[in-house]
């Protein structure tokens, strides 16, 4: 059984995401960004995976906490912040990047690509934030 301080995502939070599952959300969340991407254009695989992913979603948690490196930015609060107020650039802020952070306020999280592409990357972001200090 893993400890809490390997809890790097919630499974509560897996399961808030899965009820817009469709558009992959969990997926992203869970560091699976080609399966959410694909089930952001079939409505999760014509709601069959969306559904299928409400058994799974213990497992994708289990793994990203095994791959992902807990530290002082946390997951949940920077997925949070990307999931709903991603285009003013709140995540970024909360992991530090000012600099950009301001960028997305000002450019709508620059017209929307920096927000896809945070959520391509923001588990991978994290874990170097939380390795190098």
Do not use: C, E
């Not at 808030?16 to 869970?30: A, I, K």
């Not at 107020?85 to 000002?106: D, Q």
């Amino acid at each position: 059984m893993l400890n809490h301080a390997r809890d790097t995502h919630r499974k509560t939070f897996g399961y808030l995401l899965w009820l817009f599952g469709f558009t992959g959300s969990h997926r992203f969340y869970y560091g699976k960004p080609v399966s959410g991407t694909i089930y952001f254009f079939t409505l999760g695989l014509f709601f069959i995976g969306w559904i299928i992913d409400l058994f799974l979603i213990p497992s994708m948690d289990r793994h990203a906490d095994l791959r992902f490196k807990p530290g002082k930015v946390d997951y949940n609060l920077a997925w949070v912040l990307l999931t709903f107020l991603g285009f003013f650039g709140l995540h970024r802020m909360y992991m530090g990047k000012w600099i950009t952070g301001i960028v997305y306020l000002l450019t709508g999280g620059l017209v929307g690509i920096g927000v896809i592409y945070d959520f391509w990357t923001l588990n991978d972001q994290i874990t170097m934030l939380n390795s190098a200090g």
